[in-house]
Every structure is written in C-alpha cells, then in structure tokens.
C-alpha cells in the first residue's frame, strides 16, 4: 500500500458509481424485457469498480495489524461484511420481485425507487 496510498479504492468505488448509474440509465432506455443483454457490459464495469475497491480496501484496513493477528482480523472483517450483507440481499429480492402474487412489486413498501421513474413492469 505504501505505492498507492489509498487512491485504489476512491478509484474503485467511481468506476463502480459509474458502473450502477449506467445500469439505471439502461433499466429507463431498454424495452421491457430485454435488459441481459445490455446490462452485460454495466455489469462487467461494476464488477471492475468492486474489484478496484474491495482489495485496497481490505489491504488498508488490514495494514497496521501485527502477522499473528492477521488471520483473525481478516475472519473478523469478512464476518462483518456478511453481517451487513445479510439484511441487503433479501431486501433487494423483495424490491426488484416481478410482481407475482403475493410479492412486492417495485417501489413498494420500504422500496426505493426514484420520484418520478417509470417503475418497470
């Protein structure tokens, strides 16, 4: 890290910012439907931008830690990073739901979709 600084994971999360608001811009451009296709290169830069982000930022925060500790440091920040995911993931499923019976459709309760969007269908 002493080359870089910590200028990689700033890097990363605007490649990864640019990767997600391409991904919007496609979700509001691309027919009903037909989104694979042209979410495949968005999600290509998404995972550039994450992957940009995700080992400086673990270097970093595993730099000061002493050799003995450092597998128990490492097990305790990716504990912590499942922990905040776990909430997330679910959440998301519920939001982005198709609309089948008995599920939420988009920008339903505790759903955030942007005012005035056009939900998709």
């Known amino acids: 890290m ?4 910590t200028r990689f994971p700033h890097a990363g999360l605007g490649v990864l ?3 997600v608001l391409a991904a919007v811009a496609v979700y509001a451009v691309a ?3 037909r989104y694979a296709w042209a979410l495949l290169p968005v999600l290509a830069v998404c995972g550039l931008g994450q992957g940009l982000f ?13 050799p003995h500790r450092t597998g128990s440091a490492a097990g305790l ?6 922990f905040g995911s776990t909430p997330g993931s679910p959440s998301s499923a ?5 609309g089948a019976p008995g599920r939420v459709r ?3 309760p505790g759903c955030w979709w942007p005012p005035g969007w056009p939900a998709p269908s």
């Open 2 to 5: 002493p080359a870089y600084g």
């Open 17 to 19: 910012l640019a990767g």
């Open 31 to 33: 027919p009903a439907g």
């Open 54 to 66: 995700a080992v400086p930022f673990f270097t970093t925060a595993l730099y000061r830690v002493r």
């Open 77 to 82: 920040l990716n504990a912590a990073r499942r």
């Open 94 to 98: 519920v939001c982005s739901s198709p």
């Open 106 to 108: 988009y920008g339903g």
